[in-house]
Structure formats: structure tokens, C-alpha cells
């Protein structure tokens, strides 16, 4: 069975730093897809980061280009987005996918992590 657990949600003030985490169990990396997506109040959910297992590429929406970075532990088969010079606009609920193919978009995911609250005060 895949679970994917997050941690590290929080209130931080405008250009600060956060690092997400997202525990994984039930299959490795070199297997799947991962990514991170957020959801804004009122807003659909959107793609943020991700790796494709298959060739290696990361992908990074051009809202977070250059401030957020995915990586992943494979020893610890945990993957983490470090969110840098955060923005009153990142508020929103952060989630962790995977997904055999790929984690770009939100059609399609296969799994889903529970969420966490990041929040961002100007």
C-alpha cells in the first residue's frame, strides 16, 4: 500500500524559509513519479515541483522557479521541497503526490499526501 505522509507546514513571516517533507512507503523512487502541488482558498490546485523518475528531469512551475527546490533521500525514501524567500501568495495547503508516470499535473494523480498548512504573514 503507497502512503505519503507530509510534515514541516507552519506560520512564517514574508522571506523566510521552510522545508516540506513527505515520507513515502510502499514503493521507491526509481518506480514513480514525485511531486509537490498547493491549493490557495478559492483557488484549484496547482503543480509546483516535481521529479520523473524515468529520465530524471525536474520540473518547477514558473511561480516558484529559483525559490523552491525538490529533492529526495532515497536511503530514507523521503522527498522535500525547500521553499525559499516565501511570499504572502504561497499561503495555501501544500500536498505530495506520486504517480507511475508523471507528477506535473493534477489529472491523474495516483496518490495523494494528507496536506499541511504553510502561511506566509507580510
Known amino acids: 500500500e503507497v502512503q505519503l505522509v507530509e510534515s514541516g507546514g507552519g506560520l512564517v513571516q514574508a522571506g523566510e524559509s521552510l522545508r516540506l517533507s513527505c515520507a513515502a512507503s510502499g514503493f521507491t523512487f526509481d518506480e514513480y513519479a514525485i511531486g509537490w502541488f498547493r491549493q490557495a482558498p478559492g483557488k484549484e490546485r496547482e503543480g509546483l515541483a516535481s521529479?520523473?523518475?524515468?529520465?530524471?528531469?525536474?520540473y518547477y512551475a514558473d511561480s516558484v522557479q529559483g525559490r523552491f527546490t525538490i529533492s529526495s533521500d532515497n536511503a530514507k525514501n523521503t522527498f522535500y521541497l525547500q521553499m525559499n524567500n516565501l511570499k504572502p501568495e504561497d499561503t495555501a495547503v501544500y500536498y505530495c503526490a506520486a504517480d507511475p508516470t508523471s507528477c506535473t499535473s493534477v489529472a491523474g494523480i495516483y496518490y495523494w499526501g494528507q496536506g499541511t498548512q504553510v502561511t506566509v504573514s507580510s
Open positions: 521529479i520523473t523518475s524515468s529520465d530524471g528531469i525536474t
